[in-house]
């Protein structure tokens, strides 16, 4: 069993990836060529904003992002501590601190009641992730961004095509980032990522700053990066975005089943209890587009050697918070988060895509039951 199984969607959209990729071979734009403002304009629409920028990678949208808002040394950037690294490596290379609030233990996400006692004159951006595929609590972080002048970077790389309120994922502040990394649920062949905003100024900044800094050919007014979108990874997003919103449907349909198999076996959603295994918790106004789909257990190692005695492949996101990466601890804001600290030794996630069948979410979801009951 695959943990993510990209092949079998290959199956699915061979022949038109096939010639979508020919195409970009005969016309040989490969740097900026129409499929980069297409797909622009349709995953604009998608999301319902006005303006999208193809970028190099998720991580290159932070950082654009970051630039276009003229973050840097001796500014301050609220995020959480619970998330992959970069969120928080791209805010230190800028020069900028890493400041990290806690999570709610119940959805993984920034607490928004713990931002507000972090905010300095330093403080210059919130940067709020959507973990494993579910929105962060983004009108109240809003509200606080609102209060303070404050604008809301939305991390994104999760979340793509959830919605929160109605709204869907990278909509919903100042600027929305993600990324097409494969494994993402939007995904591509390689790196890709995007930035979103209404804010035309903050987007046509965003576009120079992708583009080394450039207005016109060899005219730089500001500094920039190689943080271009490749025509051909545009090629194979405009496949892919067409049969989206069928995965977005599956990605939850499967999340709610391996979610009400587990309670069958006795496990508790991760907002009533502390104990025993606990199921993602969806918050209400929330749909998840399951990035991963995260368990929490006191006996983790334990029952992900029993699964992987079966052939069933898990992961842990993430077995270090950020502010006790090595590589961030001297650059980050000293500080307490002891949730973080604590749900990283206890979350591990299931094998989690749009094309896992009925008969192997319930031999996974037998197995974890039989070993519950065992430990
Ligand atoms: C994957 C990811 C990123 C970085 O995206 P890349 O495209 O791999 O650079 C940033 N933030 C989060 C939360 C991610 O999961």
Known sequence: MEFIDLKAQYKEIE?????????????????MGPEVAELEERLAD?????????VSSGTDALIIAMMALGIGPGDEVITTPFS????????????ATPVFADIDPATYNIDPALIEPLITPKTRAILPVSLYGQCADMDAINKIGGKYGLPVIEDAA?????????????????IGCTSFFPAKPLGGYGDGGACFTNDDE???????IANHGQDRRYHH???????????????????????FPREVEA????????????????????????????????????????????????????LQAVL????????????????????????????????????????????????????????????????????
């Open 202 to 208: 903050l987007a046509q900044r965003m576009r120079e």
């Open 251 to 302: 990605r939850a349909r499967i999340g709610d089943r391996y979610t009400q198999l587990l309670q069958s076996h006795g496990a508790q959603s991760s907002d009533r209890s502390r104990q025993g295994l606990l199921v993602p918790f969806i918050a209400p106004g929330n749909s998840s587009v399951f990035a991963q789909y995260t368990l929490q257990s006191d006996n983790r190692e334990a």
């Open 46 to 54: 998608f999301v319902g904003v006005k303006h999208c920028i193809g």
């Open 15 to 31: 022949s038109e990836i096939n010639s979508r990729i020919q195409n970009v071979l005969q016309h040989g734009r490969f740097i």
């Open 308 to 375: 992987a005695e079966n052939d069933i492949p898990t992961a842990v996101h993430y077995p270090v918070p950020l502010n006790a990466q090595p590589a961030l601890k001297a650059v980050a804001k000293p500080g307490s988060t002891p949730i973080s600290a604590q749900i990283a030794k206890r979350v591990f996630s299931l094998p989690m895509h749009p094309y896992l069948q009925e008969s192997e979410i319930e031999r996974i979801c037998d197995i974890l039951g039989t070993a519950l009951a065992s430990i």
């Open 158 to 174: 999760q979340s793509f095509g959830a919605t929160y309120q109605g709204r869907k994922s990278c909509a919903l502040s100042t």
């Open 221 to 243: 007014p500001r500094l920039g990066l190689n943080g271009r979108l490749d025509t051909l990874q545009a090629a194979i997003l405009l496949v892919k975005l067409k049969i």
């Open 84 to 95: 992959f690294i970069a969120t928080a490596e791209t805010i230190a290379l800028l020069g």
